[in-house]
């Protein structure tokens, strides 16, 4: 059973990251951040995503307006982490290039005069706020940048209004496209704190962001996120992740639908893999946690929904302080999104190996305007631009501060420096080998001596086996809550934690004939490369650990047959690397096969 929120009226955020709480990881998540910061992000032609601004060439309908927006928040964010001189001045470049770009009457666009406000306009310039908004809240306050996204908001907001032209009438997916430019129009009245940005704001909420319905009413009459709007799954979240940085602001029931929706998507929409979305590329609600057996559900998972996931999760979890909401974001980030990279960090799949019943492959995605409109862009796919993102969400919720004191959310190695309510700086060091290993050890040293409470997230998955000690003392942990220590830290306070990663068997949704491993928060997926692609597990029989190169994780049956980490699982990402993860039980002696026990009824 899942735990309820322990809230019902959500406005302040309970738990903080400031730029005094700084967390450096060096697990998993950790590498693939250095890669992508390596290997991609210092590698993009920072001025050729300007140019479709610069030249308002976008005469397709296309959405190359969106790239130079996910790519400059995801280079900022993850400089929060790993402070590369390269990509900081490729960075204050492209700041430079977008500014070049603004009109004299303040738009900045990708699309021509004549087309504006059609297609993907409207997006392409809520990604370009939202790289300017991270820039002069995470880089520095330049004046330039503020002005710029003032005067680019009064402007549309003199096109887009309650008088005008209403903005469920422009863009795609029935007004949830332009909608989602909500959090960015927020973004700048937290820049300036001009009135008119939030009455704006406050405007498109009550617009609904949809022209089939309300999706804030939606959500809190229970109606499934397959029924609301279009079903588009992460322009969706975008317009939730926006209501969520205004809280405060709306009456209390938009608390309410925010946590409506988010149970329900929980529930009802995350697969295995800690992604959604299915049917065309992975893209839309479609009832997910239900389909996600089917071989027939359409592709599974796009990596847009992955990150836009875990950046809804993180504010739900700010918001709530609810260490269930960890856990999701812990499983979605060590499977669909660090599976979805490829290990190099050059590129991402666009979704999920689909179908996840029967060996499939991870494909990187391609050049999203070659394909769709003949005409190439630097090998720019949305989800390639995406998945940086995801990648630098992480070390910002790995630890973080609550009025009374620090909370560990992620527990691969780290150091973080993270100030109590006091401004006493606590240096927070993880070692171990988590989420591969179950051995950990929490360091926590005060610069001065202080009476604070640290809290650990116990996760959902949490065995009997599981232990953790303060200075050696055994302390009784509930699964899924955080466990708090409320005492005087003054010397390094040692904690030691151990994790029963041993295999789980999680059964399908809707099909007793297939069951799903997991090694704690992984996944283990059958992969070709090992004995046992396609063939059933002997479930009654205790699997051991092996070491494999190229493989983080192996587990080998009595039979012989294999898994491997999620991530590591077709890590070749060419067709013929398949994999499998919903895979077949093998029948005990004597078992009959369910299907044929329901024939044998039938006959």
Request: aromatic share 8%; with cysteine.
């Amino acid at each position: 059973m899942r735990k309820l929120f322990r809230m019902s009226r959500i406005g302040n955020d309970v738990l903080t990251f400031t730029n005094k709480c700084s967390s450096h990881l060096y697990g998993p998540i950790g590498a693939a951040l250095g890669h992508s910061v390596q290997n991609r992000l210092r590698n993009v032609n920072y001025r050729n995503m300007a140019v479709p601004f610069l030249e308002h060439s976008e005469t397709d309908n296309g959405w190359r307006g969106e790239f130079w927006g996910k790519v400059v928040r995801s280079a900022i964010l993850s400089l929060r982490s790993i402070p590369e001189p390269g990509l900081l001045n490729a960075v204050r470049g492209a700041v430079n290039d977008i500014l070049e770009a603004q009109e004299p009457d303040g738009s900045i666009s990708s699309y021509p005069a004549a087309l504006r406000l059609g297609g993907w306009d409207v997006w392409g310039r809520k990604y370009v706020l939202l790289g300017l908004i991270r820039y002069y809240f995470f880089i520095e306050k330049d004046p330039r940048v503020l002005y710029a996204c003032r005067r680019m908001l009064d402007q549309l907001m003199s096109e887009i209004n309650r008088d005008k032209r209403g903005i469920l009438q422009t863009g795609c997916h029935e007004g949830l496209a332009s909608s989602s430019i909500l959090g960015a129009v927020i973004g700048v009245w937290k820049m300036c704190g001009e009135e008119k940005y939030l009455d704006y704001a406050k405007w498109i909420v009550e617009c609904g962001c949809s022209c089939k319905h309300d999706i804030f009413q939606a959500a809190r009459q229970a109606v499934p996120p397959a029924e609301i709007g279009d079903a588009k799954a992460y322009e969706m979240m975008s317009c939730f992740k926006g209501v969520s940085e205004m809280l405060n602001e709306l009456p209390p029931e938009y608390g309410e639908a925010l946590l409506a929706f988010y149970r329900m998507v929980r529930d009802q929409e995350i697969m295995i893999t800690g992604t959604a979305g299915a049917t065309n590329c992975g893209e839309s609600w479609y009832h997910g946690r239900f389909r996600q057996t089917w071989p027939d559900a359409g592709k599974l998972g796009e990596t847009c929904v992955t990150v836009t996931w875990i950046q809804f999760c993180g504010r739900i979890l700010a918001l709530t302080a609810d260490s269930t909401v960890a856990d999701e974001m812990e499983h979605c980030a060590y499977n669909a999104l660090l599976g979805a990279m490829t290990p190099d960090g050059v590129n991402w799949t666009h979704r999920n190996p689909t179908p996840l019943s029967a060996p499939a492959s991870k494909i990187p995605a391609d050049d999203q305007m070659l394909r769709n409109f003949g005409t190439p862009f630097d090998g720019h796919d949305c989800c390639r631009a995406q998945g940086p993102e995801g990648l630098a969400q992480l070390p910002l919720y790995a630890v973080m501060q609550h009025p009374e004191g620090i909370v560990i959310n992620f527990y691969e190695p780290l150091k973080a420096c993270v100030e109590t309510a006091s401004g006493n700086a606590v240096e927070i060091r993880i070692d171990g080998g988590y989420p591969y290993d179950g051995k950990v050890v929490v360091h926590v040293t005060p610069q001065h001596r202080e009476a604070f409470t640290l809290r650990l997230r116990i996760p959902g998955w949490w065995g009997k086996t599981s232990r953790i000690s303060l200075s050696g003392e055994l302390q009784a942990a509930i699964p899924g809550t955080y466990l708090e220590f409320r005492r005087e830290w003054s010397a390094t306070g040692r904690i030691e934690m151990e994790f029963d990663l041993a295999p789980r068997m999680v059964p399908a949704p809707g099909d007793d004939t297939l069951c799903a491993v997991c090694c704690g928060p992984i996944v283990m997926a059958q992969d070709s490369r090992l004995k046992g692609l396609n063939q059933p597990i002997p479930v009654e029989e205790k699997p051991e650990l092996c070491r494999i190169p190229g493989f983080h994780k192996v587990i080998r049956f009595p039979d012989g047959s294999m898994m491997c980490d999620y991530e590591s699982a077709g890590n070749l990402f060419v067709p013929e690397n398949k994999i499998r993860v919903w895979v077949e039980k093998s029948l005990r002696k004597n078992e009959i096969n369910p299907v044929e026990k329901e024939r044998m009824v039938l006959c």
